[in-house]
């Protein structure tokens, strides 16, 4: 008796996806219209900037651009929809709205993200249901459901929602187009395979699994199969392109982005993002985030590498060359793993529904499936609880407005791990973004800051004068400048410039004493060693006094927050 024998697996799957999306949107609000994710803001104004330049040529060259077109397409109907309501008089005011009050851009933002994360449940049952079976249908799209990988990233506005619904849409076409090959199944399985890359480039291997279907289907006629797998690479060029068409018109810029920074970046690790284990931190990743289904997408994965089923090999060659690639990064992060989990999810259904078919009593099946699921469920349910709640950053925000004077000079590392305090000018002191602002928008904003309690922000980073460092860097590798250009200063520079408090964030300070260092003599090494000895001076300074400290204690959630001030001599 299969074990969901009795009932349509639609009314199962309706259930399953209004389970997906409350799972996904409740906590949605967190901190707005404070900012506490440090990829927001960036995503954002990428697809802002679109229509502020009036050009789709993107600023932000370490992704490719077809997420952030969409986003720019949804931000538009948001727009045309507020206007209409009167929330938006005119551009101006939806251009300022990201800097006066940002709240409703970034919950359209997340709500998107809610949308394509429950799509993708979808997709993964018509996957399941179309190519396997029934009940590998249900089973794929409830792991998916409550998978807290997959929750946690839809809450927010991050290309990986968007990113694995595209590579689901992507397998179910290579499978489409295996099992009734015709040129049309085969150009949309290649155009949707570029899209999928054209979301973010981790996507890549799908090219495998693409060409490998045609390997299935003509390998005795090697005619046509040329013919195929040439067809394959265009139209999946084609699809790349047609989301990313400024390869094309700014390719070597695309191309040092990419390859020099980008690829520098995830190799060489990110201070706190870095293991010393490599092919196995994906595993461990796998289940310390999602728990008893981690173990399941591992064992399902490993369950049919000895699999003589082609649809099931079709997924494991796009799963496996991942696993060992992105394996060998020492950037560490389950995010990476996002475009197969398609894949490993479907993996683990056919591997968890050979095991429940094994299991002959009805209440021992239910019992396994509650205690299979129960516990991811459950650390959801506490993370979307949490996210209802007040962060401590936000606690931190108010004290600084209840006790700190207006205009006083505040250091920070990162703006979105302290509290968000008003200052309009940190957005003038970048002069390649700035030079995007309208003159009427920077007007609106020097009016609200004579209307609001403004600070006077200092990143520690990008606001310290370095006369003549550029030219002592040698290195050319733009990843490794940057680390060694935006070094934190010593707290004797933060003095002179003017700096009266400083903020401290547990997000920023813990990378460099409970993380792992990274490899001796490396540019990442300097940088970790920089970051370590300034917090170190920050924390045993006689200049300095802690004048308050915020800490998370359920149920609230953010860093430890310490605010430091310079003994006035």
Request: glycine share 6%; with cysteine; charged share 15%.
């Amino acid at each position: 008796m299969q074990f969901f024998s009795k009932i349509s697996p639609h009314k199962y799957i309706f259930a399953i996806l209004g389970l997906a999306f409350a799972l996904r949107f409740v906590g949605i609000w967190y901190g707005l219209p404070s900012l506490y994710n440090s990829d927001e803001p960036t995503i954002v104004s990428q697809a802002l900037s679109f229509g502020t330049r009036k050009s789709l040529e993107p600023t932000f060259l370490q992704y490719p651009t077809l997420y952030f077109y969409f986003l720019f397409f949804i931000y538009g109907i948001y727009f045309g929809i507020g206007f209409i309501l009167g929330i938006f008089n005119s551009i101006l005011d939806f251009g300022a709205s990201f800097f006066l009050d940002p709240g409703g851009l970034f919950l359209v933002g997340r709500f998107l993200s809610v949308v394509l994360g429950t799509f993708s449940v979808w997709v993964i049952f018509r996957l399941g249901q179309r190519f396997f079976s029934k009940n590998v249908a249900l089973i794929s799209s409830l792991i998916l459901a409550v998978s807290f990988i997959h929750v946690s990233r839809s809450h927010w506005i991050l290309v990986e929602a968007g990113l694995g619904l595209m590579c689901a849409w992507a397998l179910y076409l290579i499978l489409k187009y295996y099992e009734k090959p015709t040129i049309k199944a085969n150009v949309f399985a290649g155009l949707v395979c570029g899209l999928a890359i054209s979301t973010k480039y981790n996507a890549g291997f799908i090219l495998i699994p693409l060409l490998l279907s045609s390997i299935f289907i003509y390998k005795k006629n090697v005619p046509k199969l040329f013919k195929n797998l040439c067809l394959s690479v265009v139209t999946l060029v084609s699809g790349f392109l047609l989301g990313s068409p400024y390869w094309i018109f700014s390719f070597s810029s695309f191309f040092d982005s990419t390859f020099k920074y980008t690829f520098s970046h995830v190799t060489h690790g990110v201070v706190g993002h870095i293991t010393d284990i490599p092919f196995v931190w994906p595993f461990w990743e796998l289940v310390s985030n999602d728990w008893t289904l981690g173990f399941l997408l591992i064992a399902g994965f490993v369950y049919v590498l000895f699999t003589k089923e082609k649809k099931q090999i079709l997924l494991v060659s796009f799963a496996l060359p991942t696993f060992l690639y992105v394996g060998s990064w020492s950037s560490a992060d389950v995010h990476y793993l996002i475009p197969i989990f398609p894949a490993l999810v479907l993996l683990a259904a056919v591997f968890l529904n050979d095991i429940l078919r094994s299991i002959r009593n009805r209440n021992l099946k239910i019992l396994f499936v509650i205690l299979l699921f129960g516990l991811p469920f459950a650390k959801i349910l506490y993370y979307d609880f949490v996210l209802t709640q007040k962060d401590t950053r936000a606690f931190a925000e108010d004290w600084f407005e209840s006790n700190v004077a207006a205009g006083s000079v505040i250091g920070y590392e990162n703006y979105v791990y302290g509290p968000n305090l008003f200052d309009p000018a940190r957005f003038f002191k970048n002069k390649a973004h700035s030079q995007f602002l309208p003159l009427e928008l920077r007007e609106r904003l020097v009016e609200a800051s004579l209307r609001r309690k403004t600070y006077n922000l200092f990143n520690f980073r990008k606001d310290v004068k370095r006369a003549g460092l550029s030219e002592n860097i040698k290195f050319k590798n733009p990843y490794f400048r940057e680390l060694l250009l935006n070094r934190l200063p010593k707290l004797s520079t933060l003095k002179k410039q003017g700096v009266e408090f400083i903020i401290a964030s547990s997000d920023t300070y813990q990378h460099y004493f409970k993380k792992r260092p990274p490899k001796k003599g490396t540019p990442v090494w300097l940088s970790f060693q920089n970051g370590r000895a300034f917090y170190q001076s920050i924390f045993t300074s006689d200049e300095l006094v802690l004048v308050k400290e915020f800490q998370p204690e359920f149920p609230n959630l953010g860093p430890t927050i310490k605010i430091y001030k310079f003994k006035v001599e």
